[in-house]
């Protein structure tokens, strides 16, 4: 089985499509490129054994694009084959052209492709063949069949078209382009049932093989072999090994759910193009007889958890639980555990936060979370401060115009909007915040708040306190005997989002200051005070 590089220059994209349909089965690497620019730009980077060339390109010819190869001392050695409908006329340009070694007329069959390229490739020496009268005739003999849907991914996402296929329990293969990569998805029964890629770079397959589970290690050979979805006559008989009992059909089922995950994460992560879905398509031996059956949203974290990138943890980025809108509710193939994540994330939090919440290794957590941000359910935002904050309104109609404006600003802080005791304490439970707005025109408010603060704690000490007020400026108002503290700052009612977040930045820009009023408390209490003991005083706090 071949394993040499074929790199496809032509404005065709259904002489491309053509040729990686003929090659790509017999064990060719094909890398595809739509014009000249890219195709000289991909020659220098991959170096492949063998050039397909259209002469007729936009805004030049192959035999610019064989000029400038011959320049390139990394490049001139490369063979060429000019490929063309002109036949004569055109060829006589390459003659005194080193690199040139074959000429492929357009239109041409398989067998004729498959053999001119294999020829190329060993002689790497061929005379340029002079072509007789020929005419103007179509480029292709045997037409592709038209795909049932087709088009760019500049405009939407691969989730979205995955979930739109899935929803509607349409069965055909989806190929998706990304640079010279093209990664195909098996799609029945609303599920991926397999994923397999051409054009993938052997450094790529082989960072893989590094990440095979040591109970997978053996089957390496293997990966490298059915990675490309082609039928080849090694493949063929690992099938009858399976059908046959010999092959334990657990292993490779394990084979194909790791090479599907790696290939879904790699789509997930890359630049993506054009996307062709093709209905009804029949699945090969193998991924007839080892369909995963699984969903994306399982493949996306097992591709996380194998990949294992150990990516930088970022202190200042929480995770949110994204709406479900239109998305593909399939969990299938996803263990129960991984999805008591999304249970923890009821509220904004850190990655700290989740592991802490769930009791796990960071590791694992974060693993989980890349899976789920690229599946659209969890969504990470990055905080422009480290700071939390709760607002304690217990007037109905001001809370939720408050809520509203909150979520209609740009997040600049994480907090949260609550109207009563038990929703406060409840709060306070999985976080200290930094900052405690509370309704300081409010009696009972008032009341409870300074029943909070009148402790010995520290943490509740370093906590900043914000009132709002109706006539925040007014002089009479006593805040110490009323409450015990002087607030640290006061806003005006009715309260916005901009309001609080222009106050918090003025807290966080300003020195770290202790409450007078318990500056001699902290000056000897201790710092190892459980973080659980500010919500136990919201209990005994008098209602």
């Known amino acids: 089985m071949s394993n040499q590089t074929i790199l496809v220059i032509d404005d065709s994209a259904t002489i491309r499509k053509l040729v990686d349909t003929h090659l790509s089965p017999v064990g060719y690497r094909v890398v595809l490129a739509p014009n000249a620019e890219d195709g000289i730009q991909l020659a220098g980077e991959i170096e492949p054994d063998l050039i397909l060339l259209d002469h007729q390109l936009p805004g030049t010819t192959g035999y610019d694009v064989c000029c400038k190869l011959v320049e390139s001392p990394a490049l001139s050695g490369i063979p060429v084959v000019i490929s063309s409908t002109l036949r004569k006329k055109a060829y006589a340009e390459y ?14 069959t398989e067998e004729l492709l498959r053999t001119t390229v294999a020829n190329a490739l060993e002689t790497a020496a061929m005379i340029v063949a002079s072509q007789s009268q020929g005419t103007a005739v179509p480029e292709v003999i045997q037409q592709l069949d038209e795909a049932a849907l087709s088009g760019s991914l500049a405009c939407f996402g691969l989730r979205e078209l995955i979930d739109f296929l899935n929803n509607g329990r349409k069965v055909g293969v989806l190929e998706v382009e990304a640079e010279q990569t093209r990664i195909r998805f098996h799609l029945d029964r609303g599920r991926v049932q397999a994923v397999y890629a051409t054009g993938i770079a052997d450094s790529e397959i082989d960072q893989m093989i590094q990440r095979l589970p040591k109970s997978l290690a053996n089957l390496a050979p293997v990966l490298k072999m059915t990675i490309s979805g082609r039928s080849c006559a090694e493949v063929d008989g690992f099938v009858q090994l399976l059908d046959q009992k010999v092959l334990d059909p657990r292993l490779m089922t394990k084979l194909m759910s790791f090479q599907a995950a790696m290939l879904v994460r790699l789509a997930f992560s890359s630049e993506l193009k ?226 609080l977040y222009r106050a918090m930045d003025r807290l966080f820009e300003a020195p770290d200051q202790e409450d007078p009023s318990s500056a001699s408390i902290n000056a000897t209490a201790s710092h190892a005070v459980p973080l659980d003991s500010l919500q136990n005083m919201v209990v005994g706090a008098k209602s």
């Open 274 to 499: 054009q996307f062709r879905f093709e209905a009804g398509h029949v699945e090969n031996a193998l991924h007839k007889n080892l369909p995963l059956d699984i969903s994306l949203l399982a493949l996306l974290v097992e591709g996380a958890i194998c990949a294992d990138e150990q990516s930088a943890h970022q202190v200042n980025h929480i995770f949110v639980r994204r709406a479900i809108r239109g998305q593909n509710l399939d969990r299938a193939g996803l263990s129960a555990r991984h999805m008591k994540i999304l249970n923890v994330l009821t509220e904004p939090k850190d990655l700290d936060q989740v592991a802490t919440a769930l009791n796990w290794e960071s590791d694992e957590v974060r693993q989980v979370l890349e899976g789920f941000v690229l599946a659209e359910l969890v969504e990470q935002r990055e905080q422009a401060v480290a700071g939390q904050f709760i607002v304690f309104e217990p007037d109905g109609h001001a809370a939720q115009s408050l809520r509203r404006s909150i979520e209609d600003s740009p997040q600049r802080y994480s907090g949260k909007v609550v109207r009563d005791k038990l929703a406060l304490q409840l709060v306070l439970k999985r976080s200290i915040p930094h900052t405690l707005i509370f309704a300081g025109d409010d009696e009972a408010t008032c009341e409870l708040i300074q029943g909070l603060f009148a402790t010995s704690n520290p943490k509740a000490n370093h906590v900043k306190r914000i009132a709002i007020h109706h006539d925040p400026g007014n002089p009479s108002i006593d805040w110490r005997q009323k409450m015990g503290f002087e607030p640290h700052d006061v806003v005006s009612r009715p309260c916005t989002a901009e309001l």
């Open 95 to 108: 003659i005194d052209l080193d690199n040139v070694v074959d000429m492929l007329p357009k239109p041409y």
